[in-house]
């Protein structure tokens, strides 16, 4: 995969409606409704940058990396409150894995900002706080969103007969899925896997860009709900912990 490689526009997939609609209807969990999961989850709808390997550059919206920075933050305020290690080795591990994503991806893409507004509410309140148990919430949410960035990533390379980007995305969506299981085992789902299928919510990049400016995020300028500015490290933070499968199969 290169650069010179042919970009494909980025289709709205043909999932019928009332497909949707029960694949949302499903997402509730105990915690709330789907209008919790989107204010609570969008926080990590700009992981759809980080598939800008596989969605059309005018279609992503956002630096690979924002969620680095959230979780460098989260890594930072963990060491600062008193985490369970078998918590705080999670987080380390998500930190990891993400920052394989930007290593891979930004070889391809050059991010469009480094600079995010993020809400406070994500952490769990202002400066060095840190619920654990909102903080699952919003991983949780969030990474639902990532799982159907690269379903719609599987599907627009399918279309386009790109089969090794197709499986790319298919790896990406196994890796966050992960996460979100983690994320509801700290918020307390019961089951924390509770899904026999991932959900495909949302069918176009700009229905998840919506998300995430409807939750008071900023791509380079400040969001509506109060947080602050955090800046991309460069270069990122070294992974706290060593994980495997480090690039696409």
Same mark, same amino acid.
């Given at each position: /995969?290169? &650069?010179?490689?042919?970009?494909?526009?980025?289709?709205?997939?043909?999932?019928?409606? *009332?497909? &949707?609609?029960?694949?949302?209807?499903? =997402?509730?969990?105990? /915690?709330?409704?789907?209008?919790?999961?989107?204010?609570?989850?969008?926080?990590?709808?700009?992981?759809?940058?980080?598939?800008?390997?596989?969605?059309?550059?005018? #279609?992503?919206?956002?630096?690979?990396?924002?969620?680095?920075?959230?979780?460098?933050?989260?890594?930072? &305020?963990?060491?600062?409150?008193?985490?369970?290690?078998?918590?705080?080795?999670? @987080?380390?591990?998500?930190?990891?894995?993400?920052?394989? #994503?930007?290593?891979?991806?930004?070889?391809?893409? &050059?991010?469009?900002?480094?600079? @995010?507004?993020?809400?406070?509410?994500?952490?769990?309140?202002? *400066?060095?706080?840190?619920?654990?148990?909102?903080? *699952?919430?919003?991983?949780?949410?969030?990474?639902?969103?990532? =799982?159907?960035?690269?379903?719609? $990533? =599987?599907?627009?390379?399918?279309?386009?007969?790109?089969?090794?980007?197709?499986?790319?995305?298919?790896?990406?969506?196994?890796?966050?899925?992960?996460?979100?299981?983690?994320?509801?085992?700290?918020? $307390?789902?019961?089951?924390?896997?509770?899904?026999?299928?991932?959900?495909?919510?949302?069918?176009? =990049?700009?229905?998840?860009?919506?998300?995430?400016?409807?939750?008071?995020? $900023?791509?380079?300028?400040?969001?509506?709900?109060? *947080?602050? @500015?955090?800046?991309?490290?460069?270069?990122?933070?070294?992974?706290?912990?060593?994980?495997?499968?480090?690039?696409?199969?």
């Amino acid at each position: /995969m290169s &650069r010179s490689e042919p970009v494909h526009t980025c289709p709205d997939a043909g999932q019928p409606t *009332g497909a &949707r609609d029960r694949a949302a209807r499903n =997402v509730s969990t105990r /915690m709330g409704t789907r209008r919790w999961l989107l204010e609570r989850g969008a926080v990590a709808a700009a992981s759809v940058a980080a598939a800008s390997a596989i969605v059309p550059a005018g #279609h992503a919206f956002a630096a690979p990396g924002r969620y680095d920075t959230i979780l460098t933050e989260l890594v930072r &305020r963990a060491s600062l409150n008193p985490v369970p290690s078998s918590v705080s080795v999670i @987080f380390d591990g998500v930190y990891a894995a993400e920052l394989d #994503h930007w290593n891979f991806i930004h070889q391809l893409f &050059r991010p469009s900002t480094t600079r @995010f507004w993020i809400p406070n509410g994500f952490f769990g309140g202002a *400066g060095n706080a840190l619920d654990l148990t909102t903080v *699952g919430q919003g991983v949780a949410a969030g990474e639902h969103l990532f =799982v159907n960035t690269y379903l719609l $990533g =599987v599907t627009i390379s399918a279309s386009a007969g790109r089969s090794t980007l197709a499986r790319y995305s298919a790896e990406l969506a196994g890796d966050e899925s992960e996460h979100r299981v983690l994320g509801q085992f700290l918020a $307390g789902a019961s089951p924390p896997n509770n899904l026999g299928f991932e959900v495909f919510e949302f069918s176009s =990049v700009s229905a998840i860009k919506a998300a995430l400016m409807g939750a008071g995020f $900023g791509l380079g300028q400040q969001g509506t709900a109060a *947080g602050r @500015f955090y800046d991309f490290p460069q270069p990122p933070m070294a992974p706290p912990i060593p994980i495997s499968s480090n690039t696409p199969q």
